[in-house]
């Protein structure tokens, strides 16, 4: 009797062995990593557009993309620094060629899918106007008030802006009367408050806004081409994150960036 039972408790604890054993084969982590979404650092301009994206790729059955929204250098910078992160979404092709550069992009996996172009805005309800080919006139729109933008040393927006402002001969007139912002997002704030009468902003974020107004339209050939590209980080984990990259490149999701007024790149 007591054998019998003694028989019993061995192949109990050997099917439990192999229970345990079977939990942490190669082919259980995949299946465990399958269900880890992909995190995404994203450039702050991308904000309800990756969000309509990433509830799309949910819809299909996928863990939802955990995003994380900044300017781009400081998202570069995070990627740098070991930041755990699966995808690098940025404002410009260079944060994205310093990442490559340092070896930090899965190789294969980068590819440019969004336009953009720059606007100078205004509070909704405020009379100021001011034209891109009258630099004094510009500088007298302005008042006191000082020009809101993303940090033209950095951050793409910004030097987006200050590229045209150059090219349009304003920019010796509001160099020191700017008010440098950590992203697109915050200067955009800034106007929507009133605390600066003109900011400059990709024409996404206006159109994201019911509280600013689009004063002018910064001609395509003032600065460079804005460019969106996308790329997996080299120490990726989640198995979405190729997947997920795809899909930001595909025509359906392609087709909700162009409802954010986004364009082809």
């Known amino acids: 009797m007591i054998r019998a039972r003694s028989s019993v408790l061995v192949a109990f604890l050997a099917a439990c062995l192999a229970t345990v054993l ?5 082919a259980a982590e995949t299946g465990a990593s399958k269900e880890t979404p992909p995190v995404v650092l994203a450039a702050a301009s991308l904000q309800e557009s990756l969000e309509a994206a990433a509830l799309q790729w949910a819809a299909k059955g996928h863990p939802k993309p955990v995003l994380s929204f900044a300017a781009s250098s400081a998202l570069a910078r995070q ?3 070991g930041a755990p992160a699966d995808i690098f979404f940025s404002a410009d092709e260079q944060w994205m060629d310093e990442l490559n550069g340092k070896g930090l992009l899965r190789p294969g ?4 899918v969004l336009g953009n172009s720059i606007v100078l805005i205004a509070p909704k309800t ?3 106007n001011a034209r891109l080919d009258d630099p004094r ?3 007298a729109a302005l008042g006191d008030g000082r020009l809101s933008m993303a940090d033209p040393a950095a951050v793409p927006a910004g030097k987006y802006g200050m590229a045209a402002l150059k090219t349009l001969g304003i920019w010796p007139v509001v160099e020191k009367r700017v008010a440098r912002a950590e992203n697109v997002r915050a200067a955009l704030a800034l106007v929507e408050r009133g605390e600066a ?3 400059i902003v990709y024409a996404t974020d206006a159109a994201a806004s019911a509280k600013v107004r689009v004063v002018a339209v910064f001609p395509q050939d003032s600065h460079p081409p804005i460019l969106y590209p996308v790329a997996v980080l080299k120490n990726a984990t ?3 994150a190729q997947a997920f990259r795809d899909f930001l490149a595909s025509p359906e999701s392609q087709g ?3 409802k954010y007024g986004f364009t082809a790149p």
């Open 22 to 26: 079977a939990g942490c084969s190669p």
């Open 79 to 81: 990627v740098e620094n």
């Open 109 to 112: 996996t980068r590819a440019t």
């Open 126 to 128: 405020s009379l100021v």
């Open 137 to 139: 006139g510009f500088g």
């Open 197 to 199: 009468p003109l900011g």
């Open 238 to 240: 989640s198995a979405d």
């Open 256 to 258: 909700i960036f162009r």
